[in-house]
C-alpha cells in the first residue's frame, strides 16, 4: 500500500512538472526530493516512455524539428548530442508532456520504402519495418518547408536547447584548466565529480535503450520488464560508461503492486513447460532475444552471445546512442547492488565525489585498466571507499548488516538463485545519522592513510560486519561480496597488484599532505602551475597498463645464471687411460650395464603387451 500511493504521489508531482516545463527533473527531482531506488527507476522509465530520439543533419535542423514536432503535443525538453561514425552524426532526444503525445509522433511516422521494401512488393533483401522511437527527420519539400517556417512564427517560438554535444565528456586539457582555476583542493573535488559524472541526457539514453529491448517483446510478453543497474543509474557512473540490462519477462525485479490482486484470479495462464534445467533454458531464450536484437532492432549492431560465463550475457553495440550493453537474464543481485550503492550515494552527498576522484587517481596510476585481468575493478575500489567511511570514528555509512536487522516484510527479496538480498530501503526507519564533519580534502587524505597502514595479507574486508574479518583463504585482496558473502569481490586481483596499490596509497598519502601544508600559492601561480589533485593525477595516457606489458620475455634465462666456462667445468673431462688393460675393464663394465639396462626394458614392454592381451580377451 505504500509502495503503490508513493507511486500515486509520484506521478502526480510528474504532471505538476510537465506543466511546468522543468528540463531536466528526473536528476534534480531525486535531489530535491530524495526519491528512492524504485521511484527513481520508475521516473526514469516514465520519462523514456514520454521521449524520442531524432536524427537530423545538424543542431540547426533545431527550429524547424521543434515546429513539426509542437504538433504531437507540448514538447518539454530538447537536448542535442553527436555520435562520430564515418561522419559526424546529430541527433535530438524530444521529451513530450505525456506518454501519449510521444506515442502520437512515433504513430505518425513512416517506414523507409527503399528498406522496408514496400515500393517494390517483396521484402527480399531489405529491411523489416519496426515501430521504434528512434527516428529521423528527412528534408521537407520547398512548398512545406515555408508554410512550417511561417507556422512557427506565428505560434511561438522554439524553446532553447537544454544542451548541446551534451554527451561529450571533458578533454582532458579542458579539465586540467578547470581543476588549476580552482580555489582549493575542495573545489577541485567536487569540480571533477561535475564534469565526469554521467549527465541527464546519458541516464535518460540509457532508459531509452533499455524501452527499446523491453517493447520489441511486449506483444508476447505484455509484463516484461528491461531494467537498467550498475553505474548507469546507481549515481557513481561517469561520461560514457556501458549499460547495465537485466530482462525479465515477469517484471519483477522490483515489488509489484498487481501481485496480491492476481493471487485472488481464479483464472491461471497456461504456460509451456520447461523440460531443461534453469541455466539451459536461460541460455536458449537468451539465444533467441540476441537474434531479435541483431535482425530488427534499429541501431542495434554488433551483438555477441557470451553464454557459457557465470551470468550469461549479450553484448551489443547501439549506434544511434553511441553506447555498448550488457543485456542479462540472471543477475538480480547486481540490480540490488545498485540499489544498495544508490541507498549509500544518496545518504551523504561527500560519497559520490570521494569515489569518483579515488577512480580517478587509480586510472591516472594505471591500477585500474578497462581490459579484465589480474587488476583492481572500479567496483573493487568503490567497496574500498565505502568500507572507509564506516571505519571512521564518526562514521559516514552504516554497516549493511544494520540495513538487514532494520528490513521489514516489505522489503525482503531473494533472487531465483535463493540469494537473499534484503535490507532496509527506507533509511529513517534505520535512524542513522553521521556527525562526521570533514571535508572531501580531508577524507581523501584518510582514504590513503587508511589503506598505506591496512593489512591486507591477514584481513578481509566485510562491508557487512562494517569491520575487518579474518581473512578465509590465500587470496592477495579479500573483499566480501555484500550480497553473495560467500564469494570474494577482489578475488582476480594479483599479489603483485595488491603490493603496488599499497605503494601507490602511501605515495598518494605524502603527496596530499604536502599539498593540504602548501598554501601559499597565489591565485595567478594556481592558474600558471600544476597544484592539488593535479599533481596527485598523473598522465593517465602515460600510466595506464596495457595487457600485453605483462607479457614480457624473462629478464633473466636461467642458462645466462651459469658462466659458460663453469658449464664447461661441469662436464666430466676425458680420462686417458695409462694401462690398456684397465681401459679395457671399464669399457667392458660399461658394455655390460648397457645391456642389463636394454634387457630390462624389453622385459617390461613384453609384460605390458602380455597383460593387456589379457585384458582384451577377458
Avoid at 504513430?107 to 522496408?116: G, I, R
Avoid at 570533514?438 to 591496512?454: A, K, P, T, V
Avoid at 596509497?505 to 592558474?527: C, I, K, P, Q, Y
Wanted: net charge positive; with cysteine; glycine share 6%.
Amino acid at each position: 500500500m505504500n509502495t503503490l500511493m508513493r507511486r500515486a504521489l509520484l506521478l502526480m508531482h510528474s504532471r505538476t512538472y510537465c506543466i511546468k516545463q522543468y528540463a531536466v527533473a528526473g536528476t534534480e527531482a531525486a535531489a530535491k526530493g530524495k526519491l528512492n531506488y524504485e521511484e527513481f527507476i520508475d521516473s526514469r522509465h516514465q520519462q523514456a516512455q514520454r521521449s524520442i530520439v531524432v536524427q537530423v543533419s545538424s543542431e540547426k535542423s533545431y527550429p524547424e524539428l521543434y515546429n513539426y514536432c509542437s504538433r504531437f503535443g507540448h514538447i518539454v525538453t530538447v537536448q542535442h548530442y553527436c555520435v562520430q561514425h564515418e561522419d559526424v552524426l546529430h541527433y535530438m532526444l524530444l521529451e513530450y508532456a505525456s506518454a501519449g503525445e510521444a506515442t502520437a509522433a512515433i504513430t505518425s511516422s513512416a517506414y523507409n520504402a527503399e528498406l522496408s521494401g514496400s515500393s517494390s512488393g517483396s521484402g527480399s533483401g531489405c529491411g523489416v519495418p519496426v515501430r521504434s522511437p528512434f527516428l529521423w527527420f528527412r528534408a521537407a519539400t520547398a512548398g512545406a518547408g515555408r508554410r512550417g517556417q511561417a507556422k512557427l512564427a506565428a505560434n511561438h517560438k522554439a524553446l532553447p536547447l537544454s544542451t548541446i554535444d551534451g554527451t561529450r565528456p571533458p578533454t582532458h586539457d579542458y579539465l586540467q584548466e578547470l581543476l588549476r582555476g580552482a580555489n582549493s583542493i575542495e573545489q577541485q573535488l567536487q569540480l571533477l565529480y561535475d564534469q565526469t559524472r554521467l549527465n541527464d541526457l546519458g541516464v535518460r539514453m540509457r532508459f531509452l535503450a533499455a524501452l527499446q529491448v523491453q517493447e520489441s517483446i511486449s506483444g508476447m510478453f505484455p509484463d516484461a520488464l528491461a531494467q537498467p543497474f550498475g553505474s548507469s543509474v546507481n549515481g557513481f557512473g561517469k561520461m560514457g560508461c556501458d549499460l547495465d540490462l537485466i530482462l525479465r519477462f515477469d517484471g519483477k525485479t522490483t515489488a509489484n503492486g498487481l501481485d496480491s490482486q492476481r493471487e485472488a484470479s481464479r483464472l491461471i495462464y497456461h504456460t509451456k513447460e520447461n523440460l531443461s534445467n534453469g541455466r539451459s533454458q536461460t541460455q536458449r531464450q537468451m539465444e533467441c532475444i540476441g537474434d531479435v536484437l541483431h535482425l530488427f532492432l534499429p541501431g542495434v549492431c554488433h551483438v555477441r552471445r557470451i553464454l557459457q560465463a557465470r551470468v550469461p550475457i549479450i553484448k551489443y553495440h547501439h549506434e544511434h546512442l553511441d553506447l555498448e550493453v550488457d543485456l542479462s537474464m540472471s543477475n538480480l543481485t547486481g540490480f540490488y547492488m545498485s540499489e544498495l550503492l544508490y541507498m549509500f550515494g544518496e545518504l551523504d552527498s561527500r560519497v559520490r565525489p570521494l569515489t569518483f576522484s579515488v577512480r580517478r587517481w587509480a586510472q591516472s596510476c594505471g591500477l585500474t585498466n578497462p581490459s579484465p585481468g589480474r587488476w583492481i575493478t572500479n567496483f573493487s575500489l568503490t567497496c574500498l571507499v565505502m568500507f572507509f567511511m564506516q571505519q571512521l570514528r564518526q562514521p559516514i555509512l552504516p554497516a549493511i548488516g544494520a540495513l538487514a536487522k532494520a528490513a521489514s516484510a516489505t522489503d525482503i527479496r531473494v533472487t531465483e538463485d535463493g540469494i537473499n538480498c534484503t535490507f532496509a530501503r527506507d533509511m529513517e526507519r534505520v535512524g542513522f545519522q553521521s556527525r562526521n564533519t570533514s571535508s572531501l580534502s580531508e577524507l581523501l587524505l584518510q582514504f590513503f592513510e587508511f589503506y598505506s597502514q591496512f593489512d591486507f595479507h591477514n584481513r578481509a574486508i566485510s562491508l557487512n560486519e562494517g569491520r575487518a574479518l579474518a581473512k578465509p583463504d590465500h587470496s592477495a585482496m579479500y573483499i566480501v561480496n555484500p550480497l553473495e558473502q560467500l564469494l570474494n569481490v577482489s578475488k582476480n586481483v594479483s599479489l603483485e597488484e595488491c603490493e603496488r596499490l599499497r605503494i601507490e596509497v602511501r605515495n598518494a598519502a605524502w603527496m596530499l599532505e604536502s599539498e593540504v601544508e602548501n598554501t601559499t600559492l597565489t591565485e595567478s601561480e594556481r592558474r600558471e602551475q600544476s597544484w592539488g589533485l593535479l599533481n596527485l593525477f598523473k598522465n593517465p595516457e602515460k600510466s595506464v597498463i596495457r595487457p600485453n606489458m605483462f607479457f614480457k620475455p624473462r629478464m633473466v634465462e636461467v642458462s645466462d645464471l651459469f658462466d659458460k666456462s663453469q658449464t664447461a667445468a661441469m662436464t666430466p673431462p676425458a680420462v686417458n687411460y695409462k694401462n690398456a688393460t684397465v681401459r679395457q675393464q671399464v669399457q667392458s663394465i660399461k658394455a655390460a650395464a648397457r645391456n642389463e639396462l636394454k634387457q630390462l626394458r624389453e622385459s617390461s614392454t613384453t609384460t605390458a603387451t602380455t597383460a593387456a592381451k589379457t585384458k582384451r580377451s577377458r
